[in-house]
């Protein structure tokens, strides 16, 4: 049984391979055929491609031509709205710019350009006559832009007072919407101007109208200076002029001011008109530079800035000329006023210098007046100290009274005030060099003080000047003293003015710590100079003591009778109490000192010779005009008004 078993499945299976066999042997024919109708498909795809491709071509060929037809026409087009732009926009550019509407007129200035430009690269004959119109309408609309500018710019160019604001970003200008206005236009136009190449001279515009601000708001300052030259000035020569110093016997107009007139208005700092002027022209010069880097385009508004101050800064320097001319002229005490504007305009070189850029000019105004000023002041020291030493010609003799010279008030309240400028001073000295104030004197003194003690030391050289001051000043009180056509007079003025200059030293001595920014005059100049004044005092006090007992110069007689030494004793006692109410000394304690050693000469020997005389007959007695009581009151009194 098993065996038929195993004889059917193999009969099975192959009947199941016979039917594979079958089945593939079908496939095969069918690839081979799906083969073949495949092949049959590609070469006819390829006879396909051969015939399509001259007409893919073609048809590129077609649309190309039709792409440049349509842009020519679209050119053509556009060049036919170029002839037309002219008549477009005639009537909006010679009705000129709204000015609360401005983008609607640039608006058809560029569209002109536009047009200009495009009709420029044709160089075709027929648009020769467009082109004449809209470069006619470019002038017209870029002029009518250049008047608003202009217009913009006055509105707001009246003039300022500067002195008003304490800096320039106070200064008032433009409100902030004209300023950007003005900005957008003067960017426009720098910028059309270039491409169409037209000379709106925007530059020019914007000085020649901010100048005249600029001129307007300082002009006050230059009136106040020249207000001051006439008010302060007196007919004479000035030094290098023929006449001036040439006469031995008269003095110069400026010398014989200071000499001969008590100077009542010192000048005090910060209040020239020329320092005025210096503070001024720096904020409004700064405030300027500001707003034209806020309206100028930054290629031109540097040198615009340069040309609108141009005119404003040689009228300063102008102005400074005739004031140094006036200081050449002036007394001595001017020259505080000359070395306050010399600080000021140094303090201002450098932004000036930033501002101006004046260092890279041929012609630097404010250099050269620094340089006059430095002259002045350095020649002005020798001035004085040569002043001092010829003081008295015919028209400066001291007057016969006694008092406070003239020269020496001034002299000393020179002195008081010049110590204000110590640091400018000493910086003024040192390259001056030690004594250099005694070089080119008239006369040689005949005791200059000892050297500087540091000579590599400006302040040090400043004290050295002041002591030879003082000491020169000493000298000339003694040469008035001699003038003195009495000889009590000639001490009573030699009191008077020592007793003045040592009242001011001593009072001017008040530096309690090394500061030397607190050194009065005295302490500048020095104890032992002042101990050789005081030594001066007491010898013409013992002078003056001599003179009172001159008059009793009768007593010790023998050959004179007491009543006779009595009389004239009387006659020379009245005559020098009457001499003396006219001499001046309104210094409280000098008067003091000149009544007590005047008592301390006369009453004591006066009473002694009374005491020794006591003689009582009608002669001595109608002799006997004061009680020594009588003799003290007289000269208690003899000096009052």
């Known amino acids: ?127 020769s006559e467009s082109q004449n119109e809209i470069r006619e309408l470019l002038g017209i609309g870029l002029g009518n832009l250049s008047q608003l500018f202009s217009q913009w710019l006055k509105q707001h160019s009246g003039g300022v007072d500067p002195a008003a604001y304490s800096n320039a970003t106070e200064i008032p200008t433009f409100p902030m919407d004209t300023v950007k206005l003005l900005g957008m236009l003067a960017t426009y136009l720098n910028l059309v101007n270039d491409e169409v190449s037209y000379d709106l001279k925007l530059t020019k515009t914007y000085a020649s109208i901010r100048t005249r601000h600029l001129q307007k708001s300082l002009a006050q300052f230059s009136d106040m200076c020249n207000g001051y030259i006439r008010a302060n000035s007196f007919d004479g020569p000035i030094p290098g002029q023929r006449g001036y110093g040439e006469s031995s016997t008269r003095s110069n107009p400026a010398e014989f001011r200071f ?168 910086n003024i000295f040192l390259p001056l060099g030690d004594g250099h104030w005694n070089q080119g004197l008239s006369q040689e003194p005949s005791n200059v003080t000892q050297h500087a003690s540091d000579p590599s030391d400006g302040l040090s ?22 003038h003195m056509k009495r000889p009590a007079l000639q001490f009573v003025f030699l009191i008077n003015n020592y007793a003045y200059l040592v009242r001011t030293l001593r009072d001017s001595m008040y530096a309690g710590d090394e500061d030397s920014q607190s050194l009065g005059l005295g302490d500048l100049v020095g104890r032992s100079a002042l ?43 009245d005559d020098m109490v009457r001499s003396q109410k006219a001499y001046e000394v309104f210094d409280t304690d000098v008067r003091k000192m000149l009544v007590s050693d005047a008592i301390d000469a006369i009453v004591p020997e006066y009473e002694t010779f009374l005491r020794q005389n006591p003689d009582k007959s009608p002669e001595f007695a109608r002799a006997m005009k004061y009680t020594p009581r009588d003799i003290q009151r007289k000269i208690a009194t003899m000096l009052d008004d």
């Open 1 to 127: 049984m098993p065996s038929d078993t195993y004889l059917y499945d193999d009969a099975e299976e192959e009947a199941e391979l016979e039917f594979l066999r079958e089945s593939l042997e079908q496939m095969d024919n069918l690839a081979e055929k799906t083969t073949q109708l495949l092949k049959v498909f590609d070469i006819r795809l390829k006879n396909l491609g051969r015939i399509i491709a001259p007409i893919y071509k073609s048809t590129q060929k077609l649309t190309r031509l039709y792409d440049n037809i349509e842009t020519t026409i679209g050119s053509l087009d556009d060049i036919m709205l170029f002839f037309n732009v002219a008549k477009d926009e005639s009537d909006t550019i010679r009705a000129g710019p709204d000015e609360n509407e401005l983008l609607p007129y640039l608006d058809s200035i560029n569209r002109l350009k536009d047009a200009s430009d495009a009709l420029k690269q044709l160089d075709l004959d027929s648009a």
């Open 259 to 426: 000499c001969t007139i008590r100077n009542e208005h010192w000048y005090e700092a910060g209040t020239s008109p020329l320092t005025q002027y210096t503070v001024n022209v720096v904020k409004l010069f700064q405030a300027e530079r500001d707003l034209v880097r806020q309206i100028m385009p930054t290629v031109i508004s540097e040198d615009t800035f340069l040309t609108t101050t141009d005119r404003p800064f040689e009228a300063y320097v102008g102005t400074g000329d005739k004031m140094i001319m006036f200081f050449l002229s002036s007394p001595p005490y001017e020259v505080l006023h000359a070395l306050d504007v010399y600080g000021y305009m140094l303090e201002n070189d450098g932004i000036l210098e930033s501002l101006l850029s004046l260092r890279q000019r041929q012609n630097n105004g404010l250099a050269k007046l620094l340089s006059k000023l430095q002259l002045h002041v350095s020649k002005s020291f020798t001035a004085l100290i040569n002043l001092l030493h010829n003081p008295f010609k015919e028209d400066t003799a001291p007057k016969q009274t006694g008092g406070v010279h003239e020269l020496a008030f001034n002299t000393v309240t020179f002195l008081l005030y010049l110590i204000g400028y110590k640091d400018l001073l000493t």
């Open 461 to 482: 050289i400043f004290q050295h000047y002041l002591r030879d001051v003082v000491d020169a000043l000493s000298r000339m009180v003694d040469q008035g003293g001699k």
């Open 531 to 573: 101990l050789r004044i005081e030594s001066q005092i007491d010898r013409s006090r013992r002078g003056y003591v001599a003179t009172w007992k001159a008059i009793m110069s009768s007593f010790p007689a023998a050959s004179v009778n007491p009543a006779e030494k009595l009389a004239m004793f009387t006659q020379g006692f």
